[in-house]
């Protein structure tokens, strides 16, 4: 990552707006076996730009040891063109708040899963993963805070060259359920999940959420659907002669993947 005096001036005072501890600043970035050895593996709140490439020449358990303590990231991430397997090595990670920058893993081909377990808040522009995952593993995600004046939502861009690679319907409610995150770039499929009787495969009496297409004809008992909040599939209407949609009344998302469905 490349900065020129003005950029240096200005993160410096992005780092001391945010209070950031002078000992818990790593400036150099770029994480090596060399550079690492600078790197304030004792603070919980550290504050860099920090890049993660090819470059790296540490294992995903040295990388995990050198962030044992680091529970919130201010400054920035990217994750580019590693041979990791998993970003595990960041589980413990609570927060990452970025400077003027996006949140990327890129290029990651032997990536199969992030594996951030405890991310619970983002206050960055963009959340951009482009690599070859089979999941994410992603559960804890509460909060994202865009820093684009021009853009109140938090895009996410999502993508793997696996066709493996699905999301649990736990995690696309979880992102749905932030207001704040732009949800329209996310391509896969869904994991299979175990259907229970709120969960159902297609519409049924006292189902809240449905894993599936629905289509809705001029037989269809659309009191089936009174309850249900999500469809994680599409949704089509046709040839019905009804007059409103009060029967849709609690449905709050429909989740299409981009995907041809399972």
């Known amino acids: 990552m490349f900065c020129n005096a003005k950029d ?67 400054g920035g991430l990217e994750v580019i063109n590693t041979k990791y397997k998993s970003g595990s090595f960041l589980a413990g990670l609570e927060s990452i708040e970025c400077y003027n920058n996006d949140i990327t893993w890129s290029l990651n081909n032997k990536m199969v899963e992030l ?32 820093t684009n004046p021009n853009n109140s939502r938090v895009e996410i861009f999502i993508t793997s ?18 207001p704040t995150a732009d949800v329209d770039h996310i391509f896969g499929k869904f994991c299979k999940p175990e259907l229970t009787e709120k969960l159902c495969k297609k519409p049924e009496e006292g189902c809240v ?6 289509e809705i004809g001029p037989s269809t008992d659309v009191d089936r659907l009174k309850d249900v909040e999500v469809i994680y599939g599409s949704l089509t209407i046709k040839g019905t002669k009804l007059k409103d949609f009060k029967f849709l009344k609690k449905l709050k998302y429909v989740a299409q993947m981009e995907r041809e469905y399972p």
């Open 209 to 214: 959420e449905i894993y599936g297409n629905v």
């Open 161 to 178: 060259d696996s066709f493996d690679f699905c999301i649990t319907i736990q995690e696309m409610r979880m992102l749905m359920d932030i």
């Open 115 to 146: 594996g951030l377990l405890n991310l619970s808040s983002i206050i960055c522009s963009a959340f951009q993963v482009f690599s070859n995952l089979k999941k994410l593993n992603m559960p804890s995600l509460k909060t994202m805070e865009s």
């Open 8 to 74: 240096d001036n200005d993160i410096q005072e992005f780092y001391k707006a945010k209070e950031c501890d002078l000992k818990c600043i790593f400036p150099t970035q770029n994480l090596t076996s060399i550079t690492v050895e600078t790197f304030p593996k004792s603070c919980g709140t550290v504050c860099t730009e920090l890049v993660i490439n090819q470059f790296c020449d540490l294992s995903e358990e040295q990388l995990g040891m050198t962030f044992e303590n680091m529970k919130h990231l201010i």
